[in-house]
């Protein structure tokens, strides 16, 4: 008998343009504040993405805002996307790369991977953006790990604004990163005193969240800290802003399958979940990251939280 609960998740995809707002949740990263957009219980997914993390602006003189020990992923993508500082990834792959405004990180897990990150030793002060995670589909997420950095994603000027790709294609640019499912994921600057527009996939659901600034959605006034989720059937999209706004849309084909989320890992049946645990406490499966000897992160205890709280 699996005693561990994680937590069910489809993407339910409603079949007409809505417009619902969700309140992100505040959370803990080490000693980093987090606004959790996702999951949240009424929407565990927006097309496979299946996490949404914003953290700072914060400004910093001494220690490491972002400091998170070796830990484990499986099933999924994470995607590192600032729009300030910079963030160190060191992975049992041996990989290491320092993420910058502009660039993203993309780490695979698939099968098996555990990383650190934090900011590096050298570093602006400042720190702000945004952790993603993309469940990866059931015939991709058995796959061997990988680690893509990508210094300068591609950027297109739109009406009344910029996009810039960190994942999917959109107008023309496709992002160099790899993904498995059909996905899309902009950062969009709306250049002041404009209506920013944009096609979108009407076979997608698509969600927006507001990093800065003020916009207005279809007169609807958009805040920070709301996820706001805009449902499939849209082939478009214009958001107006007098002081001008940054914004992530994600969006993606409602995903198709029902995911279990349990800690870092993505995975289908508890008894995944449960292995994925045991491997980690063992130091099996997840290699180990070179000229790491400090801490790692235990795993929660599968009895005792049901739903603990992810390292991202
Ligand atoms: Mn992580």
Redesign the pocket.
């Known amino acids: 008998m699996e005693t561990i609960n994680g937590k069910q998740c489809r993407a339910s995809g409603a079949e007409q343009p809505v417009f619902i707002g969700y309140p992100n949740r505040s959370a803990k990263l080490a000693d980093l504040h987090i606004s959790r957009a996702l999951p949240i219980r009424e929407r565990r997914l927006v097309g496979p993405w299946c996490f949404l993390d914003r953290f700072g602006p914060v400004a910093f003189t001494v220690g490491k805002p972002m400091n998170?020990p070796p830990?484990p992923?499986i099933g999924l993508q994470?995607v590192s996307w600032l729009l300030e500082g910079e963030i160190l990834h060191n992975d049992s792959l041996g990989s290491e790369a320092i993420v910058r405004p502009g660039g993203v990180n993309v780490m695979t897990a698939g099968k098996g991977i555990s990383?650190t990150?934090e900011t590096p030793g050298k570093h602006s002060g400042r720190l702000n953006g945004v952790q993603l995670w993309v469940a990866l589909p059931d015939s991709a997420r058995h796959i061997v790990p990988s680690f893509t950095h990508v210094k300068e994603v591609p950027a297109v000027e739109t009406r009344g604004g910029m996009i810039q790709v960190f994942a999917g294609t959109k107008n023309g640019a496709t992002s160099p990163a790899p993904y498995y499912s059909a996905i899309i994921g902009l950062d969009v600057q709306i250049h002041p005193g404009s209506t920013f527009e944009l096609d979108l996939d009407p076979s997608y659901e698509h969600a927006l969240l507001v990093l800065s600034g003020g916009c207005d959605f279809e007169k609807n006034g958009l805040k920070e800290q709301v996820l706001y989720y805009l449902g499939t059937c849209r082939s478009s999209l214009a958001l107006t802003s007098q002081s001008g706004s940054r914004v992530i849309l994600i969006g993606g084909q409602p995903f198709p399958e029902t995911i279990l989320m349990w800690w870092?890992f993505v995975a289908r049946t508890p008894a995944e979940l449960s292995q994925a645990r045991a491997d980690w406490e063992a130091h099996r499966r997840f290699g180990e990251i070179p000229g790491e000897h400090g801490d790692r992160l235990a795993a929660p205890d599968l009895l005792r939280f049901a739903h603990p709280n992810p390292?991202?």
């Open positions: 998170v830990h992923h994470t990383h990150e870092n390292a991202s």
